[in-house]
């Protein structure tokens, strides 16, 4: 059975940092992308960032040089380091495991940016 477990999501002040993990079972962890997605009512899940097999990275401009992605294959655990947050940042943040042949996701941890 998959499982994709997120954590580290909280309120925190604006300018302030979070670290979101992914711990995922079931699968190859090595021979999968792994994302974070963030999402607020009324819109459509946006891509935040992307960490692939061989640890190329790639990032949604509004996060590029705040928020950090990595992965420990021994802990088959993906992570998002949040600095400087912004109240717009505010959203359910989903990890993502992706290959050629399936996609999965976890349940979400919400991220609150808020003085």
């Known amino acids: 059975q998959v499982q994709l477990v997120e954590s580290g999501g909280g309120l925190v002040q604006p300018g302030g940092s979070l670290r979101l993990s992914c711990a995922t079972s079931?699968?190859?962890?090595?021979?999968?992308?792994m994302g974070w997605y963030r999402q607020t009512p009324g819109k459509p899940r946006e891509l935040v960032a992307t960490?692939?097999?061989?640890?190329?990275?790639n990032y949604a401009d509004s996060v590029k040089g705040r928020f950090t992605i990595s992965r420990d294959t021994a802990k088959n655990t993906v992570y998002l380091q949040m600095n400087s947050l912004k109240p717009e940042d505010t959203a359910v943040y989903y990890c993502?495991?992706?290959?050629?042949?399936?996609?999965?996701w976890g349940q979400g941890t919400q991220v609150t940016v808020s003085s």
């Open positions: 960490i692939f097999s061989n640890d190329l990275t």
């Open positions: 993502n495991a992706r290959s050629t042949l399936a996609t999965y």
């Open positions: 079931g699968i190859n962890f090595r021979r999968y992308a």
